[in-house]
């Protein structure tokens, strides 16, 4: 099994690979292992595993387990977070909901939160599936009502701007393309947003490394870390990196259907029946930018690795003078 050390570079990064235990592991999954722990040896960052687990309702032993099988089996190891499925009892987001609230009462103090009682269907109906428009923002509904949401009010706040390290300058108006987002859930639990930039905050992430898809989600958290006044968030190098994608063009996606790494006893089962970590390596080789033939057949981990080290993100003048 290979570690990821500290290369050329000096500046203390932290990352992290925050998997969601919703299903078994895909190659995209895969992908973005690899080029989390790619650049971490590059830039001589900490790796994280951080397990998403706060929807209690879709977690299920079996995906718990496959994540460090499949992790294993690629040859990765963190250096931080739960070595095995026991050590999530005390790693569990669970155990960090007092984080979450004290972040959602700080947002509330800025009084822009308010409680929304629009359900899924109304908002299909109105065609507003995508992008809410506001229609509980002047309701005044309490925000102790049972069953209720709560959103952000983004009205007339200006647009969030950020380098990325892979795609470039951005900049994302959160009002006019995502409207007021939720960040408390109607069984009273953090949104996605409040739960990923609390922990990000909280474990001093300043090396987010995501795929393209989650570049909305990223400008979303920049908002409410403006908001809250969590600099470090705020400070930290992003890059948000090519998905990889299927045979129909389509990302890969667990909702989707995607093959499964290593889902034991299943004609899908890509660790046992499908492509070799050789295949994932020259996959994730590729998003980065190398020639097809810059792997061997057989490459190894370090052969990636390397590819890591002799090749530049699209914008390096994204990351901080220190490195």
């Given at each position: 099994m290979v570690q990821h050390t500290r290369g050329k570079y000096t500046a203390a990064l932290r990352t992290r690979f925050a998997p969601t235990p919703s299903g078994f592991l895909h190659a995209g999954n895969a992908a973005n292992a690899l080029i989390i722990f790619g650049l971490a040896y590059k830039f001589g960052a900490k790796v994280l595993l951080r397990i998403d687990d706060l929807d209690s309702?879709?977690?299920?032993?079996?995906?718990?387990?496959?994540?460090?099988?499949?992790?294993?089996?690629?040859?990765?190891?963190?250096?931080?977070?739960?070595?095995?499925?026991?050590?999530?009892?005390?790693?569990?987001?669970?155990?960090?909901?007092?984080?979450?609230?004290?972040?959602?009462?700080?947002?509330?103090?800025?009084?822009?939160?308010?409680?929304?009682?629009?359900?899924?269907?109304?908002?299909?109906?109105?065609?507003?599936?995508?992008?809410?428009?506001?229609?509980?923002?002047?309701?005044?509904?309490?925000?102790?009502?049972?069953?209720?949401?709560?959103?952000?009010?983004?009205?007339?706040?200006?647009?969030?701007?950020?380098?990325?390290?892979?795609?470039?300058?951005?900049?994302?108006?959160?009002?006019?393309?995502?409207?007021?987002?939720?960040?408390?859930?109607?069984d009273g639990l953090p949104a996605y947003h409040i739960a990923s930039l609390s922990d990000d905050t909280a474990f001093g992430i300043n090396l987010a490394v995501r795929g393209l898809d989650l570049i909305g989600s990223t400008g979303a958290q920049l908002l409410l870390a403006k908001l809250a006044g969590l600099t470090v968030f705020q400070s930290a190098v992003f890059v948000h990196h090519p998905l990889l994608k299927g045979a129909d063009g389509q990302k890969l996606s667990k909702s989707a259907g995607a093959a499964a790494i290593g889902r034991k006893a299943a004609q899908s089962s890509l660790m046992e029946q499908g492509p070799s970590p050789a295949e994932h390596y020259r996959s994730a080789a590729a998003l980065m930018g190398a020639e097809p033939a810059s792997l061997p057949e057989q490459a190894q981990l370090t052969d990636l690795l390397q590819v890591f080290q002799s090749h530049d993100l699209p914008h390096p003048h994204a990351l901080p003078l220190s490195l």
């Open positions: 309702a879709r977690v299920r032993p079996e995906y718990l387990d496959n994540i460090w099988q499949v992790l294993d089996w690629l040859g990765l190891k963190p250096d931080e977070g739960p070595a095995t499925p026991s050590e999530m009892v005390q790693w569990s987001q669970h155990q960090r909901l007092v984080n979450y609230t004290l972040l959602l009462d700080q947002l509330v103090a800025t009084g822009r939160v308010y409680a929304c009682s629009c359900s899924r269907n109304q908002l299909l109906q109105a065609g507003n599936a995508s992008r809410y428009p506001g229609n509980c923002r002047h309701k005044n509904v309490p925000l102790e009502q049972p069953g209720t949401s709560w959103r952000l009010n983004t009205e007339g706040l200006d647009p969030v701007t950020w380098t990325d390290a892979w795609q470039g300058p951005q900049i994302i108006d959160i009002a006019r393309e995502q409207g007021d987002f939720i960040i408390r859930r109607k």
